[in-house]
């Protein structure tokens, strides 16, 4: 049931917006999508749409999802009028397409015709694929089951709706919460259609990318500008991330990662009682093998050279076991509860006879930071945090810090399952120069790329999983917002500025 404090945001915010949103689409629309359920997420990612929308003249749409409470809907028409994705057009949309849509729901046999899936020249195999293992929380599609080709179905008819949009108006921006899943099928619509996108939109640093040129759409939205890299002056950055990883590595950084990985409840471990506890031999070097969240978009980082986290983890496992001049240890993903995945490791580490390599619970992340020797991943901020202790790093993917000359990168399976039956052993510590630029690099993602204040209008407080939210204190921000024209607000000129400049990433600029 909708609270009078609610209904009288909601009233707000209609009244507000009315006046704000273009109604003609003469030069234009802005397409945005709202498939998410958070009050705090339907708000700031609709109002950073509809702020772009007026900077450049443009009609904006908005694209929301078949399912939700009365709350959701009431909320994402306060703000815009212009909303599809109502069930009539999306069943329409679906019966218009049922041939093409039938022929390929027939085409897909097995996972490799999932992933490699092309519709009509778009390639949205692996945005599929991590939709249904986000939506049924599996760590790997097997079978093509029944609840599997749901999913499935679903999708691709989304595909084809977003598709007659894009044919049917004058698209010249899109802006997306996210470029992975359902969202990353607008993304490639984008790219095939040379549609400027701005995406993801993270409330919490308040950072977007800008794709323009075919190009960008290769790289993963967080990996910086060499010519901002360039223009970073190394004594200062050094100094700031001496402070930055200090809070950083005590917890004292609010994020659900942080506070779990380097929480003052785990134990730092020295290298003998690791040693000791698991086995080890004392003479070989320690090779950490740094787990991901199954289910969360194993194809959101560029060049991954598995079908998923769990092919990855597996295959890498089966190598490393055949090189007998490493130890090597297996750590489960901080977060691991939060995405029901609790345990889902320990199955797969049974199966390989190797449970007893898996870290336990205990074990604070600087034990693994301070006294290990190689860390392995696709591409986790523990590569990160690694390369910034001097260490090497090897990666199964091209997440936003590789490409810089500090990370081990083979490129291929073949090379990487080659380096971790023999050389990862001999890996050596990162030399001088490249020390610089991981520091570069990590202070344009920890730091540049985090230019939220309370004082931005959107809600006057950071929004965490697992965190409680204040949704009454929310909802008489957003009232007090409304009585402020939107020119005059905080975060408009922030991404006025931004519009306006030709600069990727949206920055932290009194820090660059």
């Not at 993304?187 to 040129?213: K, Q, V, W």
């Not at 960008?216 to 010519?227: G, S």
């Not at 490791?345 to 930071?369: A, F, P, R, S």
Request: glycine share 6%; proline share 3%; net charge neutral.
């Amino acid at each position: 049931m909708m609270s009078n404090l609610f209904l009288k945001m909601v009233e707000s915010n209609r009244l507000f917006w009315s006046d704000v949103n273009k109604k003609d689409d003469d030069n234009g629309c802005l397409l945005y999508e709202m498939f998410y359920s958070e009050p705090e997420m339907i708000y700031g990612i609709s109002k950073t749409a509809l702020t772009i929308a007026k900077q450049k003249s443009l009609k904006p749409i908005c694209i929301t999802g078949l399912r939700g409470k009365k709350e959701r809907f009431s909320l994402i028409n306060s703000m815009n009028d212009t909303v599809v994705g109502d069930l009539f057009s999306f069943f329409k949309s679906s019966a218009i397409s049922v041939v093409p849509i039938l022929k390929t729901m027939i085409s897909i046999r097995n996972k490799k015709d999932l992933l490699n899936l092309e519709i009509d020249g778009y390639k949205v195999g692996h945005h599929i694929y991590d939709a249904i293992l986000k939506a049924l929380y599996i760590p790997e599609i097997n079978k093509m089951t029944l609840p599997v080709r749901k999913i499935l179905l679903l999708e691709i008819c989304y595909f084809y709706f977003f598709k007659k949009i894009i044919e049917n108006e004058k698209v010249k921006v899109i802006v997306l919460g996210d470029n992975v899943y359902r969202c990353g099928l607008l993304f490639e619509l984008a790219r095939h259609n040379n549609i400027e996108c701005i995406t993801p939109i993270n409330l919490n640093g308040f950072s977007m990318c800008r794709y323009i040129d075919k190009g960008d759409f290769e790289n993963h939205d967080r990996k910086p500008d060499m010519a901002v890299l360039k223009s970073l002056d190394n004594n200062f950055i050094d100094n700031y991330l001496e402070s930055y990883f200090s809070k950083r590595f005590g917890a004292s950084l609010e994020h659900h990662d942080v506070l779990k990985a380097f929480s003052n409840d785990k134990t730092v471990y020295n290298k003998l009682d690791i040693i000791k506890q698991y086995g080890l031999n004392k003479d070989l070097p320690i090779v950490v093998v740094m787990s991901h969240i199954f289910c969360d978009a194993p194809h959101s980082y560029p060049g991954m050279i598995y079908d998923d986290y769990k092919h990855w983890l597996v295959n890498t496992i089966k190598n490393l076991k055949k090189n007998k001049k490493v130890n090597f240890l297996i750590k489960e993903h901080p977060s691991a509860d939060l995405y029901n995945e609790k345990g889902v490791i320990n199955k797969i580490l049974k199966d390989l006879d190797c449970e007893h390599l898996l870290l336990k619970e205990d074990v604070h992340n600087l034990t693994i930071l301070n006294y290990f020797d190689v860390v392995v991943t696709c591409g986790g901020t523990i590569g990160q945090e690694f390369a910034y202790k001097g260490k090497p790093v090897v990666l199964a993917a091209q997440p936003p810090y590789s490409g810089f000359g500090f990370t081990v990168e083979p490129g291929s399976k073949d090379l990487y399952e080659e380096l971790m039956r023999t050389g990862i052993e001999s890996l050596e510590l990162l030399g001088k120069n490249q020390k610089e630029m991981v520091n570069k690099v990590l202070y344009h993602d920890f730091v540049l790329l985090d230019s939220y204040s309370d004082d931005l209008e959107l809600g006057g407080e950071r929004f965490y999983i697992g965190r409680e939210f204040d949704y009454d204190r929310f909802s008489k921000k957003i009232i007090d917002y409304n009585k402020v024209p939107i020119d005059n607000q905080i975060m408009y000129k922030k991404l006025e500025n931004y519009i306006l400049s030709d600069k990727k990433h949206l920055l932290r600029e009194e820090e660059v």
